[in-house]
C-alpha cells in the first residue's frame, strides 16, 4: 500500500480490508502523543497568525452580510467530529436565509441559494474564517478531514468504504482533499476526497500540516476556490 501511496498522492480505498486498520504500522501515527501535541502548537500558532486578518476581514464580511440579506450573519450547523461526536460549526453566512426549507441538499458549483457575498466569501474561503473559533475550543484543527453533516454521512458512508474512519481525527478548516482536488458535491466527488483524507490520516506529520496550510493560502489567492 505505501508504494501505491507513494506513486498516487492518494490511499486507493478500494484496497482497504478491514484487517489493514487494524495490523497497518501506518496509522501508529493516530496514538503518538508527540505528533499530537505538535499538531496542537501549530493549530496555535496559525490561529494567533490568521487572527491579525481574520478581524478586520470578518468585520467587513460581516457588515456586508448584514446590508445584503436579511437574516444572521454566522450560520451554525451541527456537524460530525472526531470518533463521531457532534459539535456545532460556525461558518459566515453565505446562502439565503431559508436555504434548506425544504431539508437538507448538497451544496452544488452554481448554488442559486447562495448571495452574492456569499458566492466571494465562499471562492475565497472567507465563509470558514469563523472555524478559527472551534479550532481554539479543540473541537477542529486546522488541518484534517472536513467535517460531514451527520445526514450525509450516512448516506456516503453506504458508497464509500470505511467512511467514518476519517473521524479518526480531529476535523479540519482545510484539508488535503481541498487543496488536491477541485470543489464537487457529488458521491463520486466524495470518493476522491476521502482517498486523501485516508491519505492524510496516514501519512500526517509537521511538514504535511504546514505545507497544506501554505497550499490553501495559494488557493485562497489565486482563485481556486469553490
Do not use: C
Amino acid at each position: 500500500m505505501s508504494y501505491f501511496d507513494r506513486r498516487l498522492g492518494y490511499t486507493e480505498t478500494e484496497l482497504l480490508h478491514s484487517g489493514y486498520f487494524l495490523h497497518q504500522k501506518a496509522f501508529s501515527i493516530l496514538s503518538n502523543r508527540k505528533n499530537s501535541w505538535q499538531k496542537r502548537a501549530i493549530d496555535l500558532l496559525f490561529v494567533f497568525m490568521l487572527s491579525w486578518v481574520a478581524i478586520p476581514v470578518g468585520l467587513i464580511t460581516a457588515l456586508l452580510i448584514k446590508l445584503e440579506s436579511p437574516g444572521p450573519i454566522f450560520f451554525k450547523q451541527r456537524r460530525t467530529g472526531q470518533y463521531n461526536e457532534e459539535f456545532e460549526v460556525v461558518k459566515f453566512r453565505s446562502m439565503r436565509d431559508d436555504a434548506e426549507k425544504d431539508g437538507a441538499k448538497w451544496a452544488t458549483k452554481n448554488d442559486a441559494r447562495v448571495t452574492r457575498i456569499g458566492k466571494f466569501i465562499r471562492k475565497t474561503r472567507i465563509d470558514e474564517l469563523p472555524q478559527l473559533i472551534n479550532v481554539v475550543k479543540n473541537e477542529m484543527s486546522m488541518v484534517g478531514p472536513r467535517p460531514e453533516r451527520e445526514v450525509f454521512i450516512t448516506e456516503l458512508e453506504k458508497e464509500i468504504p470505511y467512511y467514518r474512519f476519517r473521524h479518526a481525527v480531529k476535523p479540519g478548516v482545510t484539508g488535503l482533499a481541498q487543496v488536491k482536488y477541485p470543489y464537487g458535491a457529488s458521491v463520486e466527488d466524495a470518493v476522491w476526497k476521502h482517498k486523501y483524507d485516508i491519505y492524510y490520516i496516514k501519512h500526517q506529520n509537521w511538514k504535511m500540516e504546514v505545507k497544506i496550510l501554505f497550499l490553501t493560502v495559494k488557493t485562497v489567492l489565486f482563485g481556486m476556490g469553490r
